[in-house]
């Protein structure tokens, strides 16, 4: 498995940024998939974004044109970019990688908790 340290959560107003940070202990570019996940009490883990080792992004349909996801090899690094951001992006964000197309995404941190105020 792929060690993964989230940062960078934390309480902003509406309409405020934030950026998010999942270092890995391994080359990201081998990685197969990289993904963004949050969620809430009550309710189920829900995919925000993803990256591909190829560098192709998708997005929900709920952060597309708010949030980007980017990958950086150099650093081991994959952000979350968060903008324009909402009081129901309220959630724990977790990062989560996917080594291969024949594995599931078993590998995640810790979670970091974003809060967005009215």
């Known amino acids: 498995q792929v060690q993964l340290v989230e940062s960078g959560g934390g309480l902003v107003q509406a309409g405020g940024s934030l950026r998010l940070s999942c270092a890995a202990s391994?080359?990201?570019?081998?990685?197969?998939?990289m993904a963004w996940y949050r969620q809430v009490p009550g309710k189920s883990r829900e995919l925000v974004a993803q990256?591909?080792?190829?560098?192709?992004?998708s997005y929900a349909d709920a952060t597309k044109g708010r949030f980007t996801i980017i990958g950086d090899n150099a650093r081991n690094t994959v952000y979350l970019q968060m903008n324009s951001l909402k009081p129901e992006d309220t959630a724990v964000y977790y990062c989560?990688?996917?080594?291969?197309?024949?594995?599931?995404?078993?590998?995640w941190g810790q979670g970091t908790q974003v809060t967005v105020s009215e």
């Open positions: 989560a990688a996917r080594r291969s197309v024949w594995t599931p995404f078993d590998s």
């Open positions: 391994s080359s990201i570019s081998s990685i197969y998939v």
């Open positions: 990256i591909t080792s190829g560098g192709g992004t």
